[in-house]
């Protein structure tokens, strides 16, 4: 790897040290630099298709055990992995079979196939803003975009940020509405964040673009399904 003068901390490093690294430049750290990754086409692919392949049969279950130890916390909680968290989202969503026209709130930021995979299941996208200063919706906005309709809300913590979101607990849990966390953009190690006890979902991105990044793949932790919830969602837990 071929390092300029004044990236001088990259210097004897191999391509695995660089994303746990900050980049030095002139003397000062640049954060959240892109690594480009030169491959053809197809070739991302390729790879998780022959990296799934080459895991025995014998071995799913010992490695389906060590994610749900390593992302739960207790036995109320329930880890799945998928391809992506839209992949989730779309089982997600085949699997509670809301009616056409429910309405799923969503804060005001994400990305546009998230919204497409709802609105192929029929499903209503009912946007909140963010405060630009706290990157996270207020409570009465939320409150104002409640309906009969409404069937989940979906927080989506996005450039890094976290915030509690018991504030919101109360109203959805009156109207028995499902928490959802999207923290495709927010893994920072489980020591400092594993997702919220009041979210029925929590999803994690480990995708090509992540700083924590397993080329592709999610982990989605579901916790305290009461028997209403957990009968529609059997075919993600098992």
């Known amino acids: 790897m071929t390092v300029p003068d004044d990236y001088e901390c990259l210097k004897g490093m191999t391509i695995k040290d660089v994303p746990r690294q900050f980049i030095v430049k002139n003397g000062h750290p640049q954060p959240y630099q892109g690594l480009a990754i ?5 070739t991302s692919f390729q790879v998780a298709r022959d990296f799934i392949k080459s895991v025995p049969e014998s071995a799913r279950q010992m490695l389906i055990d060590e994610v749900n130890t390593f992302f739960t916390v207790n036995e109320n909680e329930r880890a799945v992995v998928t391809f ?16 056409p026209g429910s309405e799923i709130i969503m804060t005001g930021m994400n990305i546009p196939d ?11 996208v009912v946007p909140v803003d963010l405060d630009i200063a706290t990157m996270m ?39 028995n509405v499902e928490i959802i966390e999207d923290c495709a953009q927010s893994f920072r190690s ?38 209403t919830h957990r009968q529609p969602n059997e075919k993600l837990l098992c």
Not at 38 to 42: A, F, R, T, V, Y
Not at 190 to 215: P, Q, V, W
């Open 114 to 124: 998230m919204v497409q995979i709802m609105k192929e299941h029929q499903i209503k």
């Open 84 to 99: 992506s968290v839209r992949s989730m989202l779309d089982l997600y969503l085949q699997a509670r079979k809301f009616p």
């Open 137 to 175: 919706p207020c409570v009465e906005d939320v409150r104002k975009s409640l309906s009969p309709q409404t069937k989940a809300c979906i927080f989506a913590y996005i450039y890094g940020c976290t915030y509690d979101i018991a504030p919101f607990v109360e109203i959805l849990n009156a109207a």
């Open 38 to 42: 030169d491959c053809k086409e197809g």
């Open 190 to 227: 489980l020591e400092k964040f594993k997702g919220s006890d009041f979210a029925t979902m929590t999803m994690f991105s480990f995708g090509l673009i992540k700083f924590n990044t397993a080329f592709y793949g999610a982990v989605t932790v579901f916790r305290n399904l009461n028997e």
